[in-house]
């Protein structure tokens, strides 16, 4: 008996705080306001704004960024893809522009330097097997330029040391020799 009285004080009391704390409120947010001293916020309302309803979204605050990123092509002895910013779904037409232009116009392979690139996602990636996939059938190189860590973390999922073709380098100078072993 005596434990079922502790039990059913426990919950009576929860019940409680609960009722002071807010009906929605959830049981964590309501641990910490009370370690704070203060009374929580409702739940969801406190995670995800107030008009937002558990399962809907408010269509109307959404936001889209539009990435800056920055392609130049250049020709000296072979055509170098210079890109600069991020590469993402919202800008990755027109590297896959510049990338199809250089596949045609020097099917013996190119450069994309991505020394300036501090994101690329797998619209990017994708864009990138695509050259690499138009360049194969006549034996062409397809060599890209990597310094940053975190490009050069993503572009590790495509597994460059299994194609044949496709070299990641650290600079420029690595870049040429590779073409000049050709």
């Given amino acids: 008996m005596a434990a079922e009285a502790v039990a059913a004080e426990a919950e009576a009391a929860g019940k409680r705080r609960r009722a002071q704390d807010g009906a929605h409120s959830h049981p964590r947010w309501s ?32 936001t889209r960024k539009v990435s800056a ?22 800008n990755v037409g027109d590297l896959r522009t510049a990338l199809d232009s250089s596949v045609k116009e020097s099917p013996g392979g190119f450069v994309v330097d991505l020394t300036e690139v501090g994101y690329i996602d797998s619209a990017g990636i994708a864009a990138i097997m695509a050259a690499y996939q138009g360049l194969r059938p006549s034996g062409g190189r397809l060599v890209l330029v990597v310094t940053n860590e975190n490009v050069r973390e993503i572009l590790a999922l495509i597994h460059s040391e299994e194609l044949p073709g496709l070299f990641i380098c650290d600079d420029m100078s690595t870049a040429e020799r590779i073409f000049s072993i050709m």
Avoid: H, Y
């Fill in 31 to 62: 641990a910490v306001a009370r370690l704070l001293g203060r009374s929580p916020p409702n739940f969801p309302s406190a995670m995800f704004g107030r008009d937002c309803r558990i399962g809907t979204i408010n269509q109307s605050r959404q």
């Fill in 69 to 90: 990123m920055e392609i130049q092509v250049a020709q000296d002895a072979r055509i170098t893809i210079r890109v600069s910013g991020e590469v993402d779904l919202s």
